[in-house]
T-cell receptor
Framework: EAQVTQNPRYLITVTGKKLTVTCSQN?????MSWYRQDPGLGLRQIYY???????DKGDVPEGYKVSRKEKRNFPLILESPSPNQTSLYFC???????????????FGPGTRLLVL | SQQGEEDPQALSIQEGENATMNCSYK?????LQWYRQNSGRGLVHLIL?????REKHSGRLRVTLDTSKKSSSLLITASRAADTASYFC?????????FGTGTRLKVLA
């Protein structure tokens, strides 16, 4: 089954304790992306990756890191989480169309993060 | 922020009625997509319309795109209680997607 998986689904942590949220897709998509969703703000893009070893900042990258060592995996790293990073996080992947984004994005089920 | 805006923010209708939601955006786009999200769950793609298209249909969904006005609309005909969800538009340039803030649709049985 074609899917995007995220782990963990729920996470409670404390300020400053490094954490990683994993994301994996089995559709051989070049493009992968992380979003955070906050009430009233919709989805905001944190980081994206056009392919292996190619990553770039989205609209809200501060406090986050990513890596893309393999095509299928795109982990999100919070080196020193703070309470303002409490949010619902989504990973997504898609094909590229003529080298650009714009094809259907497939979303993971989300990770609810609470930073105390 | 370059987020798009959706209108209305919330919409409540009776089952069987049509629901229309609008999306405005700020920059030139390659295409525009509509997604649906059931309460706190992952987004599901509904329909994609490319910048050179003006209208597209998929089942009970009809999407229009007016690039001169930088706006799009999503029409759901003959709505059902199961259509209750949040609906988001997303535009894409070369590398990034920009999502609207969403319309919360409630369909009353």
């Amino acid at each position: 089954e074609a899917q995007v998986t995220q782990n963990p689904r729920y996470l409670i942590t404390v300020t400053g304790k490094k954490l990683t949220v994993t994301c994996s897709q089995n559709m051989n998509h070049e493009y992968m992306s992380w979003y955070r969703q906050d009430p009233g703000l919709g989805l905001r893009q944190i980081y994206y990756s056009m392919n292996v070893e190619v990553t770039d900042k989205g609209d809200v990258p501060e406090g986050y890191k990513v890596s893309r060592k393999e095509k299928r995996n795109f982990p999100l790293i919070l080196e020193s989480p703070s309470p303002n990073q409490t949010s619902l996080y989504f990973c997504a992947s898609s094909l590229l169309f003529q080298g650009a984004v714009g094809e259907t994005q497939y979303f993971g089920p989300g990770t609810r993060l609470l930073v105390l | 922020s370059q987020q798009g805006e959706e209108d209305p923010q919330a919409l409540s209708i009776q089952e069987g009625e049509n629901a229309t939601m609008n999306c405005s955006y700020k920059t030139s786009i390659n295409n525009l997509q509509w997604y649906r999200q059931n309460s706190g769950r992952g987004l599901v793609h509904l329909i994609l319309i490319r910048s050179n298209e003006r209208e597209k249909h998929s089942g009970r969904l009809r999407v229009t795109l007016d690039t001169s006005k930088k706006s799009s609309s999503l029409l759901i005909t003959a709505s059902r209680a199961a259509d209750t969800a949040s609906y988001f538009c997303a535009t894409s340039g070369t590398y990034k997607y920009i999502f609207g803030t969403g319309t919360r649709l409630k369909v009353l049985a």
